[in-house]
């Protein structure tokens, strides 16, 4: 699935603010959901992480080289 959403983000813009915004609100779900207090971001999905913490999705932070998120 996310290999799809990667492709239409790429392939149509439009698209892209969709599927980055599904992807975020996932990503906030698994925070807020269960026991998982921060969640290690793969590189790939860095600028994704960037605009979920600009539209205020959940908080994003750096340990060392390493990006991670926080629930709000």
């Known amino acids: 699935m996310s290999a799809l959403l990667d ?5 149509v813009p439009a698209v892209g603010n969709w599927a980055r915004g599904a992807w975020c609100r996932r990503q906030r779900r698994r925070l807020v959901g269960g ?8 590189r790939d999905k860095v600028p994704w992480a960037l605009w979920g913490a600009e539209h205020h999705f959940f908080d994003a932070d750096w340990a060392g080289g390493l990006m991670y998120l926080r629930g709000r």
């Open 7 to 11: 492709r239409l983000a790429r392939a």
């Open 35 to 42: 026991s998982t207090t921060v969640i290690w971001i793969p």
